[in-house]
């Protein structure tokens, strides 16, 4: 599992981005346990992995900051890394992500969808709560609500994304989740199956 953030007082930069917007700042600073940390897929790895999200969309005018947040789970009566079931993750989207002038584009955002749903499984196997294996998305059901503005007067659209374990059964987790803008108005919906392979690949 990844450490807790550093002091709020000398946070790495992405963190920093965040703490500098007003409703970002209370979503970070709501919970004194809090763990706080950039999205592990944003750092690069020697074979390419995990690629899209550390070198393709991690710019200035693409995806210029993701991090997560989330209450550590308590470990289990037998000592055992507990199960990590919610997160939440604050991204700025730029206009290199636009499909229409403005708009980000519907496969970006499940794109974000799919990545930040993801990180349930993603840390899970990083605490030792679940197995060392692969995991696939089998499928992802967005459903568009409004349109996701790339704002790129001010710099990027900010946005939250909310996800929650809601079942899992053997190797397969369903996660849901929602992406917000400031203000809690719901931008996408996204439901997903995500499943362990029994060999790595």
Known sequence: ???????????????AHFLSLPWCRHLLTASPTLTIHPCITRTPKPHHEEALMATTLNSPR??????LFYEPPPPTTTGTP???????????LGPLLNGWRGLCHGGAIM???????GQIPALNRASGALPDRTTLTAYLNTRFEAPVRTDEDVGGK?????ARLTRREGR??????????EGGRVLARAEALFVQ?????
């Open 1 to 15: 599992m990844p450490p807790q953030h550093p002091p709020l007082t000398d946070p790495h930069p992405e963190v």
């Open 62 to 67: 693409t995806i210029s900051a993701f991090v």
């Open 172 to 181: 397969k987790m369903w996660i849901e989740g929602a992406m917000e803008e």
């Open 82 to 92: 507990g199960m990590l079931t919610s997160l939440s993750a604050l991204l700025t």
């Open 111 to 117: 794109t974000v969808l799919d990545e930040v749903l």
């Open 197 to 201: 392979i029994k060999e790595k690949l």
């Open 158 to 162: 900010t946005v939250v994304v909310r």
